[in-house]
């Protein structure tokens, strides 16, 4: 792979990906790419990422504040389900399958996010199909971790009932 010539903000994102756990067996020649296909998102306290059924267009990992992700109940309330913070990730689904997405996701302070869009992981994956690949796989596998957690906690809740 060419050495990349990054700019400010696309160094300030590889530094940033190079601390999360989903990005620890890549090399910095790898995050160096992945970061000039990556921008930033700021919210404002209140602002939301994306509402529950909106198109899937980007997975965002949080580089600070705080985010809600909320879930309809069949009342049509929005129930709490996840708070995260630095270092999160959230969407990935969207650029897995690109259907819908399943919670509402909104900030509860002034945060900031680095997100991949799906066009963005499209254009990393036509210049450097090995790399596409491995980000696949290791969102594949924070996904399956997920979904284990969440089949442990819903088993406690049923259990507890």
């Known amino acids: 792979m060419a050495k990349q010539t990054l700019t400010e903000t696309e160094e ?40 529950e059924g909106d198109r899937g267009t980007f997975m965002g990992f ?26 999160s990730s959230i969407g990935e689904m969207a650029i897995i399958d690109r259907s819908t997405r399943s919670a ?20 990393l994956a036509e210049k450097s199909p090995v790399l596409g690949i491995k980000l696949i796989q290791k969102t594949a596998r924070l996904l399956s971790l997920n979904m284990r957690r969440t089949s442990s906690k819903l088993a406690d809740l049923l259990q507890n009932k």
């Open 12 to 51: 300030d994102t590889r530094n940033f990906l190079i601390n999360l756990p989903l990005f620890d067996s890549f090399n910095v020649e790898e995050l160096d790419v992945l970061a000039k296909h990556m921008s930033y998102v700021h919210l404002r306290r209140g602002e939301y990422l994306f509402v």
């Open 104 to 123: 509402t996701v909104v900030a509860i302070q002034p945060s900031t996010m680095v997100t991949l869009t799906d066009k963005g992981f499209e254009l």
């Open 62 to 87: 949080v580089v600070n504040g705080v985010l809600e992700v909320l879930k309809k109940s069949e009342t049509g309330d929005n129930i709490t389900i996840a708070r995260i913070t630095r270092g």
